[in-house]
């Protein structure tokens, strides 16, 4: 598609909701949101920490009046928010130590397996399915030496959620613009990772901006490796902003190739919204997003 058709479709799945409906416009911190008359082939969420104009309470407020209700990234101690909205988190946290000291370092082993052990069943006990985990920096280590203890470290806790029904999920991150020296920075480590834990417990967070930037060939690669992915991140490259004409991935195609691939997970906003509307842009990535 060239560039003035691509700009055109994006702008006339964008026009979808801006169009006038009978539902009527809802005010949240002096933000306008609509409902959006959804399709039912996505399962749509936003990160918490993007809308931190918000409280996490005023934010499941709005993603149900704009036609969604789940949130990423929220820990223990605010699930009581979510349940009280009626609202899931598709990916808990709360466990892990910091992006850059993760599974690859056996340094941090002894305090992640402590955390996941606690928090894997507070997970499933709250009803949710997936927690977040992180490979770590390199820190001069190669990466198949990051690989052996990634899974020593991991197969000290898999067990704990195989019993419980909870799949630990390790984000796909890019290291040449956001996270330098991070070392699950390609689709094909964590694929490697996952073969050799060998459990349906463990998948990967596919990051779609992250992974643009670091290796681009989007919907080839999650074709290739759908099987090893539980979740989706989005936002428009570059500047990580909102998903319009001014970035550089065609999101309709890629949740189109994400919805063949038979996935029932969540695609996850996770864009930080410049707008001085921010809910509207997030009503506007849903649409575009939702195929």
């Keep these: 598609m060239n560039q003035i058709n ?7 799945i964008m026009a979808g909701t801006l169009v006038a409906s009978a539902a009527p416009l809802i005010q949240i911190n002096a933000e306008p949101v609509k409902n959006l008359s959804l399709k039912g082939n996505v399962n749509h969420a936003v990160c918490a920490w993007t809308f931190p104009h ?4 005023e934010l499941c407020k709005a993603i149900k009046k704009i036609g969604f209700n789940a949130i990423d990234l929220v820990g223990p101690k605010d699930w009581h928010i979510l349940k009280s909205n009626g609202v899931a988190c598709s990916m808990c946290n709360g466990a892990e130590v910091s992006l850059e000291k993760g599974f690859n370092n056996k340094a941090y082993h002894d305090q992640l397996v402590k955390n996941y052990s606690e928090i894997i069943p507070q997970v499933a006990k709250a009803g949710y399915k997936n927690l977040i985990c992180f490979s770590g920096n390199r820190d001069g280590m190669d990466d198949e030496t990051g690989l052996q203890n990634s899974v020593e470290g991991l197969k000290k806790v898999i067990g704990i959620a195989e019993e419980h029904g909870v799949t630990l999920v390790m984000e796909l991150l890019n290291s040449r613009v ?28 596919y990051d779609i901006y992250h992974m643009q930037i670091d290796e681009g060939d989007i ?11 539980a979740h989706y991140h989005t936002a428009g490259n570059p500047g990580r902003n909102e998903i319009d004409e001014t970035q550089e991935i065609y999101y309709p195609a890629v949740i189109k190739a994400i919805v063949e691939t038979g996935f029932k997970g969540y695609v996850c906003q996770e864009f930080i919204p410049k707008a001085e509307d921010k809910l509207a842009s997030l009503a506007e990535a849903v649409k575009i997003c939702d195929v």
């Design 6 to 12: 691509r700009r055109a479709s994006i702008k006339k």
């Design 54 to 57: 918000l409280s996490l309470d």
């Design 178 to 205: 956001n996270h330098p020296d991070y070392m699950c920075d390609r689709t094909s480590w964590g694929v490697e990772l996952c073969k050799r834990l060998g459990s349906e417990n463990f998948k990967l967070l």
């Design 219 to 229: 919907i080839r690669t999650i074709r290739n490796n759908h099987q090893y992915i």
